[in-house]
C-alpha cells in the first residue's frame, strides 16, 4: 500500500522529534501498568492509609498534561526520569519496612495536620504559597488554596500537583525535570554550595532544607533506595551525584 505525507505532516513530526527526541511516544509507552502495580506494589496493602487512591488511570491522565514529562530525549534519559520521579515521591509517600524501598505510595496525607496546608499526594505539597501556584499551574486557579484536601481526594489532581512541582523552576530552585534530563547548569553560586547536577540535587529542591547540607543521612538514603531500585527495574543507570550530604540547601543561596 502507497501512502504520503504532507508537508505540513511532515513538520510536525520533525517538531515533535527536536522537542521530545522522541516520536507519537507518551508516558504510558514506558510506565505500563504491569510497571507501575510492580513499582507500587504494596500501595494497596491493608496496612496502608492511601489503600486504592492512587490509580494508574490516575496517573496517566494526569501526566498527559504534562508533554514533557517522561517523553523529552532518548530512552534512557526518559526512564531516568520516570525512576527519579517514583523515587522521590515513593520516599514522601513511604509506608514499608525500612531498607524494602517497596512501600511507596502508601500515604496520601502528612501524618502531622496541624497545619491547613499539610503535606498531600505523592510530592506531599506543602505551604500555602505552594497550593496557590498550584492551583494556577494546573489550571484551577484557587480552587486549592479554598479546599486544599483535594490534593487528598481526587487523585489526579493529586497527582498533578506532583508533576506540576516537578516540572516547575521556583525561585533560585531548578526545576527536577531540568535536572534529571541533563538540561540544567549549575551556576557560580550553585557550584560554590556543592549542587552539582545529579539526582542528589533533586533531594535538595524538594526538601534540602531538613536533608542536605547535615552529612550522611537516613532520609536522603532512602531515596537514593528507591531511585536506585526503580533505575534497576527500568535497566537505566542511576549517574552521578546521587545525595546532597555536602550540598548547602538553597535557601542558604
Known amino acids: 500500500m502507497e501512502f504520503s505525507v504532507s ?10 522529534f ?41 496517573f496517566i491522565t494526569a501526566a498527559n498534561s504534562f508533554p514533557a514529562f517522561g517523553t523529552t530525549g532518548d530512552n534512557t534519559a526518559r526512564k531516568k526520569e ?50 496557590e501556584r498550584a492551583g494556577r499551574g494546573i489550571g484551577v486557579g484557587q480552587d486549592l488554596v479554598n479546599n486544599p484536601d483535594k490534593v487528598a ?15 516547575t523552576a521556583q525561585d533560585n530552585k531548578p526545576s527536577c525535570h531540568d535536572v534529571i534530563i541533563g538540561r540544567w547548569r549549575p551556576s ?20 534540602g532544607r531538613f536533608e542536605c547540607g547535615k552529612g550522611r543521612n537516613g532520609a536522603v538514603e ?3 533506595g528507591f531511585y536506585r531500585r526503580y533505575c534497576g527495574m527500568l535497566n537505566v543507570p542511576t549517574g552521578n551525584n546521587l545525595d546532597c550530604y555536602n550540598q548547602k540547601n538553597f535557601a542558604q543561596g
Not at 88 to 94: A, F, I, K, L, M
Not at 97 to 105: D, E, H, I, L, V
Not at 189 to 203: F, H, L, M
Open 222 to 224: 532512602r531515596r537514593i
Open 153 to 167: 481526594t481526587n487523585p489526579v489532581i493529586s497527582f498533578k500537583t506532583a508533576i506540576w512541582f516537578w516540572m
Open 18 to 58: 527536536l522537542i521530545t527526541g522522541t516520536l507519537a511516544q507518551n508516558i504510558g509507552s514506558i510506565v505500563t501498568r504491569d510497571l507501575f502495580e510492580r513499582m507500587l506494589s504494596f500501595r494497596n496493602n491493608v496496612a496502608c492509609p492511601g489503600k486504592g487512591f492512587y490509580t494508574y488511570e490516575a
Open 82 to 131: 520516570v525512576a527519579a520521579f517514583f523515587g522521590q515521591t515513593s520516599h514522601e509517600t513511604n509506608g514499608g519496612r525500612a531498607g524494602t524501598f517497596n512501600g511507596g505510595y502508601c500515604f496520601v496525607r502528612q501524618i502531622d495536620q496541624s497545619d491547613r496546608y499539610y503535606g498531600r499526594g505523592p510530592i506531599q505539597l506543602t505551604h500555602r504559597s505552594n497550593y
Open 188 to 207: 557560580p553560586a550553585d557550584r560554590s554550595a556543592n549542587r552539582v547536577p545529579g539526582y542528589g540535587v533533586i533531594t535538595n529542591i524538594i526538601n
Open 7 to 16: 508537508p505540513v505532516a511532515l513538520s510536525c513530526l520533525v517538531f515533535l
